[in-house]
């Protein structure tokens, strides 16, 4: 079975929220059965092309966009855990505080259809709850089918798998009951999460 073409995008917060993002990456690519773009992984071809080119040439090849959400702030919220330092630290590429806004503007431009606006999926970091509390899904985002980590991990990998033939919905199920993802994989990604609290 091929990969799975999937582009991933988030907005340039820290490099903590850019540690779980590249976690979901590396675990989509990994475990997920996807062959996932991310401009950290491809900024050679981002100098090369530009943001908007890169962007619109990934978008386009992917079968799916995921937009990963900013992180919901609570008021005068601290951080739970202290800093871990066993992650590597990335540093935040330039092109991700192009990338965002230009996958907003994308979302905006395929809203007039619900075929071409159901390629953008939004994943959520962490504690459902307090997305919930917080509201703070930007209003291009609204629409589109929402998935949030870890929570839907799995929905959302067999999600990814799905598809349209002949006006049938089968799915591809690489991630069958009783097929367990690498352990460490998920720790990977949990922790990564975790750190966002």
Known sequence: MLPVPVLVVYPAEDSAFQRAVVALAEFLQWQGGCRVAVDIWQQGKIAELGPMRWLTEQAKAANRVLI???QAKLPFSY?????NYCFPTHSIPAAAQDLYPLVLNMVVSHAKSSRDLAK???VRLGDWQQYKRCGNLVPELRACKTFCVMKDLNKLCMSLHEHMQENKRISTRILKPGIAYSEKSVET?????EMLK
């Open 68 to 70: 990963v959400c900013p």
């Open 79 to 83: 951080p739970s855990h202290p800093p």
């Open 120 to 122: 953008f999926w939004v």
């Open 189 to 193: 990604l949990r922790e990564a999460v």
